[in-house]
């Protein structure tokens, strides 16, 4: 199964500041068609995942531009700038390449 | 509008059955897999397996083969998840979330059922 591995694991950022996580795949993301299937979603406390960004940097509908989504093979990243209090939560990385589908072990961002 | 509405949380004795309902609203039912997540207390999301909503057929995560089983009940633009044989280590949440579209990804999920298992 593929493991992605997720740093840091607690993340606490200064409101307006900029937060990076980090997703290292255990195998290469990239699907024979050339599409990457990796998504990040972010878990708010005492609710669903909502999704953030799918194929690695398209951010979903209604998902400000401040999340930018980066990254390709095995490595990707998660960027935050000016980070704002609805941020706070569990970020996960997803990838859907491979079968099975598997979730990182998720980052959680703490407001300073 | 596109909902996701589970069905509300439980509590068990292990050994017992549970069955969970996730019903789908706003959207044509067969064109979405349905989803199953798993959220243990306090961790992470583990991916349980998704039921093909056209055929009906499941696919299972190797953790949870045997004691889980995925179907439908079509008509009503539901999908089930019934955990036979509950054992402890299955206290969690349970999410529901339907995947498809051009870029094939989850973009509604439920709220989330809460099953404890407890003698």
């Known amino acids: 199964d593929v493991v992605l591995t997720q740093t840091p694991v607690s993340l606490s950022v200064t409101l307006g500041d900029q937060a990076s996580i980090s997703c290292r795949s255990s195998?290469?993301?990239?699907?024979?068609?050339?599409?990457?299937?990796l998504e990040w979603y972010l878990q708010k406390p005492g609710q669903s995942p909502q999704l953030l960004i799918y194929?690695?940097?398209n951010r979903f509908s209604g998902v400000p531009d401040r999340f930018i989504g980066s990254g390709s093979g095995t490595d990707f990243t998660l960027k935050i700038s000016r980070v704002e209090p609805e941020d706070l939560g569990v970020y996960y990385c997803?990838?859907?390449?491979?079968?099975?589908?598997?979730f990182g072990s998720g980052t959680k961002l703490e407001i300073k | 509008q596109i909902q996701l509405v589970q069905s509300g949380p439980e509590l068990k004795k292990p050994g017992e059955s549970v069955k969970i309902s996730c019903k789908a609203s706003?959207?044509?039912?067969?064109?979405?897999?349905m989803y199953w997540v798993k959220q243990a207390p306090g961790q992470g999301l583990q991916y349980m397996g998704w039921?093909?909503?056209?055929?009906?057929?499941?696919t299972y995560a190797d953790d949870f083969k045997g004691r889980f089983v995925f179907f439908l009940e079509t008509s009503a633009s539901t999908a089930y998840l019934q955990i036979n044989n509950l054992k402890n280590e299955d206290m969690a949440t349970y999410f529901c979330?339907?995947?498809?579209?051009?870029?094939?990804?989850?973009?509604?999920w439920g709220p989330g059922t809460m099953v404890t298992v407890s003698s």
């Open positions: 979330a339907r995947r498809g579209g051009y870029y094939w990804y989850f973009d509604f």
């Open positions: 706003g959207y044509t039912f067969t064109n979405y897999g």
């Open positions: 039921i093909n909503t056209e055929t009906g057929k499941p």
């Open positions: 195998q290469s993301l990239e699907y024979s068609d050339g599409y990457t299937y």
């Open positions: 194929g690695v940097s």
């Open positions: 997803f990838q859907a390449t491979h079968d099975p589908l598997t």
